[in-house]
């Protein structure tokens, strides 16, 4: 199944002599874009003339095509055109919708292209899961290319339900669609030289392609050792110092704005005519409500050009440049050759896409698609490898007890830093009753417990977490990076249990249970991470269900993606995994009683 | 044998995982450079800082390595230091040496690296002739890179000396040497959709690879419709507002600066600020009198720099940019995980070379090499491939007459443009007698001849040259781009014959015949290209033949680069070859005599 050819990524031969036919004049363009304005990305100027296109190519570009001959001739009347744009690094899972509800969502506001790293589904369903990623990518009016995930699962902290090693992913790797190797997590590893990360970033070099980096304030001697490994490209960075540190030191810079982790405004005085190639636009992580209200990488686009970046610069950050990195063939610029992705803007300054084209056809127009897009049918065995994740035993949540002896005095909390993916250590004192450590909800602390879902061990993790302003009830999910286990925060054992119960029953997706009762859910019947709705439908359940945490006092904005990156082992501070309360920086597990 | 992988060119997992160990601190460097100014040309600045070294690898860069343990260190008193430069686009075929010689001419100015298009020795000796290229290029202290020769024959116009198909270039590419499609000069059956031509182009698509250009001045319709076949850079390019339309449309851009081809001060107007990660710098065709003076591209750069380029943008055109274009890997920077190919400046502004390191050897201090270099021993049956190429019937000299008739009036003489590689059609009134047009030094017209020489059909084309000075004796080669049959022009048919039947003595190479006796000659014995001596010996006997040619009259500074030019059918406008007179724009043999 690897090796199915994925059509819409490629040219063929007989489309690349029929643009060079029309190109030359000896053939009718299908299409002609007269009286552009042309955002050229290349030499980053605008140039005045019309665009030829055959079938899926742009075959020729400037006003010698202006009389060209044409079946359709569209008068643009001096709008700007620009390529549609690429998202270089992308979740798609964050979306909580498969790829065709995705590409609804995006398409209208010009994204014609993302690299997926479908690194949570991986997690959860392996080999198949990135196999059901691909199929259900096909023939949508968005490019997706695939990263190959390199760390599932992320670190020997955490359960997850599959494990990728390097045949695996040189064997991803020889597929069409898969452009690179995803992020290498493990940064910590890479640089101690542990053997099997060195062949895992290696790849790249055997293969002849990208490896993405991910080192979060790595800097110094650190750096430079994850980078000698073979890594191109870096997406962590929140500070300016350690951008430039990376740019100078060879990455491919990805400035990010996703839902929790927005750095693009402080990274964009990096974005100079010096660097205007070594910068791409990524979002990672974006949420639905993000996705509705700001768009995919376009927001980027938006924020760029409004804080000054001339639009060409913008504009090749999420297109040409990040083609280029991943070597995507006739993509990204408005040039003879290359795929007919083009944005019709309404404002340039604004930068509000009009029409939207993808392979020459017209998909959105003012906001809208032309036409829905349909999910592509996938194979009944890939559904299934996806399909009834959720696999818990029976007796996992009698298992939420936190011991205390009569020496317990301070305890370890997790706090998640507001807007960023990044947590602290607090220390605080213990509640005891009953011999047990307990969640205090008079000093916002609750109880936090991660169980493996996978079927695998039946793991369960227990800690505390604080900053969230539980004060009943419990919240619950299985999305949970990277492992994708169960995450529930709560104040009583018994929502907690119910929470996780209910997960099980709905085949994945988020809870809230306040006092015995289920409040608000969303099932996420694909690997307990994906929507088979569209995602308007999952955005308004996702509002129910943070109007059902506030409801329990929750204080924080998206509680739902703070409580899955409170899962996650690779980014410092403290962690809760199956394994237990996870010190990032120290790479093993601490206990919550400090000794 | 096109499987053998090339170890000076790929860097293994231990090299890696040592550099790794090295940057983090674990392991001591193999060298350390300290104190110096480093030239980033990724972002284009200069840093203060040390470069420390890991075997042939770069392990970090920076002030934080100022103090780290190791073998060896070097303290560069603040002296600047540059990544070794890289030749985008070279025939070692013109230098008339092997590439060993070629290193010990180049490395000590500090160019490292060299994509080699082999066209000159596939043209003679075919497959062969490639692995020959490949095996004496291993091991030298000068990385050298193959592009797949796409055009053997060039045209049909020609006979050469083995045709290359399609299947052919494929396996090539699929060399570790190999790094793209060598330049495609067929432009005008690209454009005309000729399913062959469009089948090279493709091959790049086919294996992610690069193809290379050479339309020379293809602008409007006609370039798009090149480029959309796919291919993706150009370096012939003579005038600016045809490389401005190229850029645009999405070529990278090689400025030339050879030996009969001096692009690059018209072309600089166009590196700048927007372009400059689009422009490399290339050499193409240099003779051994201009490397030994001039150097290779790093001519261009102090080219570059004279003319108000910074440095690191004008260094940048002739590593970085050249590096990304073909995607080698850890090329081309000053950064962890690269080649430690490197160059202390004594000057940045004069860019003159101090001490040259190659893969963390010292290899040349001062313009001199640490050693010289000797050539790698090649196997037996590819040195048969290539020697004793000169191959003519003994009859082909009998047949240089140009038969008149009564109506013979006018006749076309090929015209070289001095400097450039552009010939004319002059029209003169033929000097007839006893029948035959024949040579009339007194208006500087001299007969000139193609003779097939690879023992293939023996063909002899026929026509007249002007504007050489030539006023007696002849001389003649077996350079001949691209077919490399024997070019010869002369005033007397006996000296023509002579000159020919020497050439097949010496096994080809250049002679220069007077009034019946040889009073100058060189040996090629390698394809009759290449000389198995030093450039400087080589140089030497140019001059010889150069002052012979002279003393015939001959005005052109550089006769045989000239005449071999004469036989190049792909550039405007009228040419010899084997088949006859060719007029390159219409694409057809025309009559000497004009009807």
Redesign the interface.
């Known amino acids: 199944m690897l090796d199915k050819t994925i059509d819409g990524l490629?040219?063929t031969?007989a489309e690349?002599?029929s643009?060079?036919?029309v190109?030359?004049?000896?053939a009718r363009a299908s299409l002609l874009l007269r009286n552009a304005r042309i955002v050229?990305v290349?030499?980053?100027?605008i140039?005045r003339g019309s665009i030829a296109i055959a079938g899926r190519?742009?075959?020729?570009?400037?006003e010698?095509?202006d009389d060209a001959d044409t079946v359709e001739s569209v008068d643009l009347g001096g709008a700007h055109v620009c390529p549609g744009l690429i998202d270089g690094h992308v979740h798609i899972e964050s979306s909580l919708v498969r790829p065709a509800a995705y590409a609804n969502a995006v398409v209208p506001r010009g994204v014609t292209g993302v690299v997926w790293d479908p690194h949570e589904i991986a997690n959860v369903a392996g080999i198949a899961g990135i196999e059901w990623c691909i199929q259900s990518s096909s023939g949508l009016p968005l490019s997706i290319w695939i990263d190959a995930p390199s760390c599932v699962p992320s670190t020997r902290l955490e359960t997850a339900g599959a494990r990728i090693g390097v045949p695996e992913i040189a064997r991803l790797l020889g597929h069409p669609a898969v452009v690179g190797v995803g992020e290498l997590m493990s940064y910590a590893a890479?640089?101690?030289?542990d053997?099997d990360t060195?062949?895992r970033?290696?790849l790249g070099?055997l293969h002849?392609t990208t490896v993405n980096g991910h080192a979060p304030g790595v800097t110094?001697?650190?750096v430079?050792?994850y980078?000698?490994?073979?890594v191109g490209s870096d997406h962590e960075c929140t500070e300016l110092d350690e951008a430039r540190?990376k740019?100078?030191?060879?990455v491919f810079l990805m400035m990010r704005e996703g839902s929790a982790t927005r750095n693009l405004k402080t990274l964009l005085p990096l974005l100079t005519?010096?660097?205007?190639?070594?910068v791409g636009f990524v979002t990672d992580d974006r949420l639905p409500a993000d996705l509705i209200r700001d768009g995919g990488v376009d927001h980027l686009v938006r924020i760029a050009i409004a804080s000054g970046v001339s639009p060409a610069t913008a504009i090749r950050a999420a297109s040409w440049n990040t083609a280029?990195y991943y070597?995507l063939?006739?993509r990204g610029?408005i040039?003879?050759?290359?795929f007919a992705d083009l944005i019709v803007l309404e404002s340039i300054e604004t930068f509000s896409a009009g029409a939207v084209y993808h392979s020459g056809v017209l998909v959105a127009r003012n906001g809208t698609l032309v036409r829905d897009v349909v999910s592509p049918v996938v194979d009944a065995e890939l559904l299934t490898a996806v399909r009834d994740s959720v696999r818990v035993s029976p007796d996992a949540a009698t298992r939420f007890r936190l011991p205390a002896t009569s020496a317990t005095t301070t305890v370890r909390c997790i706090r998640p830093i507001p807007d960023q993916i990044l947590t602290t250590e607090d220390r605080a004192e213990a509640t005891v009753r009953d011999g047990e450590i307990v969640a205090d909800p008079s000093r916002d602390i609750a109880k936090l417990v991660c169980l493996e879902r996978h079927g695998s061990n039946g793991n369960v993790g227990v800690g505390l977490v604080t900053g969230f302003g539980l004060r009943r009830g419990a919240i619950a999910g299985t999305v949970a990076h990277d492992h994708h286990n169960i995450m529930a925060a709560g104040i009583a054992d018994a929502d907690l249990e119910l929470a996780v119960g209910r997960l099980a029953e709905i085949g994945g997706g988020f809870v809230v249970v306040d006092r015995g009762h289920v409040v608000a859910e969303l099932a996420l019947p694909i690997a307990g991470l994906l929507s088979e709705e569209s995602i308007a439908t999952v955005d308004i359940a996702m509002q129910k269900l943070d109007a059902a945490a506030r409801d329990l006092g929750v204080t924080m904005s998206a509680p739902f993606m703070t409580l899955s990156f409170l899962g996650l082992p690779v980014i410092p501070e403290l962690r809760l995994t199956d394994h237990g309360l996870i010190d990032v920086r120290a790479g093993g597990v601490v206990p919550v009683v400090v000794e």
């Open positions: 490629v040219a031969q690349v002599a643009a060079v036919a190109a030359a004049g000896r050229n290349i030499t980053n100027e140039t190519l742009i075959a020729g570009v400037g010698t095509y890479l640089i101690d030289g053997d060195l062949a970033a290696y070099q002849r110094g001697r650190g430079q050792a980078l000698a490994a073979g540190e740019l100078r030191a060879g005519a010096e660097t205007a190639d070594r280029r070597s063939n006739r610029a040039a003879p050759g290359y």
